[in-house]
């Protein structure tokens, strides 16, 4: 025999779950885009900072 109010409660706690689920994911793949978009920006500002020849340093007049 089947129980309408179980039935009902897991309905209900599943639909949470996906919910939870689902932000959570979203959390995660804002965090990874994130880490590697630093990461990008880290390697870019290294070897460009490499190739470009140092700025001159100015003389101080007297």
């Known amino acids: ?27 995660a793949r804002r965090q990874t885009k994130t880490a590697t978009r630093r990461s990008q920006k880290q390697v870019a500002d290294f070897w460009t900072a490499a190739l470009t020849p140092p700025k001159a340093t100015r003389k101080k007049r007297r």
Do not use: D, E, I
């Open 1 to 27: 025999m089947k129980n309408p109010f179980l039935s009902m409660w897991l309905s209900g706690a599943n639909t949470v779950a996906g919910s939870v689920r689902g932000h959570a994911t979203a959390a």
